[in-house]
């Protein structure tokens, strides 16, 4: 595949993140619309709000190249691979609960490849892949050898395409050794059940914990749960509505992580919890300011350990 952009010599990064571009057609009671999204892009977003340095690798079809502008925020490095098709999905939120949907595929791009990542340097790697097989155990290992953290979105491992409809599959043979290679592992509710049997997310969590990953980021309808140095920290959603709620895990992680480079995760999950708030008030990549999150976090987390946060630059 040809990168979509010249080649040019990488300065290091502050985190990186890895992931397909999709073409999302959403479905809700409110109606439908089509927006263009992957993780990567949700992600970035939110770190770029901490002032990061920022990088994007992503793959998708050269006719979709054009979309890419409208995703990225200013200073965002974009590494983007030429594929024979982009990945489309439609998300059909029957209810407004955003963690019941249903998700079907119509095409799938090429899974990324080692040599992909090769010229990126990163401290900290995003992995927010859409489908199992997208990013394989060979990229993790490679990162990993590098010495980066890594954080991983459990639904691009946990979900497989089946017949044209996407599914939650439990049964997942490179289970225990992508866990073992993973710093901060992300879940929702479903997606904790269906890895660990349980309902309790505070049970689920341990259990995670207990293949490898350091920290825990599980989000609900009402909020995210952060597991971390053996310690509960959580922190509500207080999103105005939902208009915006496709790519809130997406957001969550990613706000998470970057907060990490900078705060304790007592403060971290405050932060990840009103960045997703944000994004979820509008639908695409969150579009707002670190001064924005702070004005959040004074107005509604006071309870929750807002009142003392501090900024850490």
Wanted: glycine share 8%.
């Amino acid at each position: 595949m040809n990168d979509l952009r010249p080649a040019q010599s990488i300065a290091p990064f502050d985190i990186a993140f890895l992931g397909q571009y999709t073409k999302d057609r959403i479905i809700s009671p409110a109606g439908m619309h089509v927006v263009d999204g992957g993780a990567c892009f949700h992600g970035s977003a939110a770190a770029a709000a901490l002032d990061l340095r920022v990088a994007v690798v992503t793959r998708l079809a050269a006719e979709d190249a054009a979309r890419l502008a409208a995703l990225l925020r200013p200073g965002i490095y974009l590494k983007a691979i030429a594929a024979a098709q982009s990945t489309c999905l439609e998300l059909r939120y029957p209810s407004g609960n955003p963690d019941e949907r249903i998700l079907s595929v119509s095409s799938v791009a090429e899974p990324f490849e080692p040599g992909d990542i090769e010229d990126i340097e990163a401290l900290v790697w995003s992995i927010g892949a859409s489908i199992r097989g997208e990013v394989g155990l060979d990229i993790l290992k490679a990162l990993k050898r590098r010495g980066a953290r890594i954080g991983l979105d459990a639904q691009g491992f946990v979900r497989v395409v089946r017949n044209s409809t996407l599914i939650h599959e439990a049964a997942w043979p490179e289970k225990e050794e992508v866990l073992a290679l993973t710093d901060v592992l992300k879940a929702d509710i479903v997606e904790a059940e269906l890895l660990t049997g349980t309902k309790d997310l505070r049970r689920a969590a341990r259990e995670l914990a207990a293949f490898g990953p350091q920290e825990l980021v599980l989000t609900h309808g009402d909020g995210v749960l952060v597991y971390a140095e053996g310690r509960y920290f959580e922190a509500p959603f207080k999103a105005k509505n939902l208009a915006g709620r496709s790519g809130r895990g997406d957001t969550c992680l990613a706000s998470y992580l970057s907060a990490r480079m900078i705060m304790e995760p007592s403060e971290a999950t405050i932060w990840a919890a009103a960045l997703t708030s944000l994004k979820m008030e509008a639908p695409g990549p969150f579009s707002g300011t670190k001064e924005d999150v702070l004005r959040a976090i004074e107005t509604h987390y006071r309870a929750h350990g807002g009142d003392t946060f501090r900024l850490s630059f």
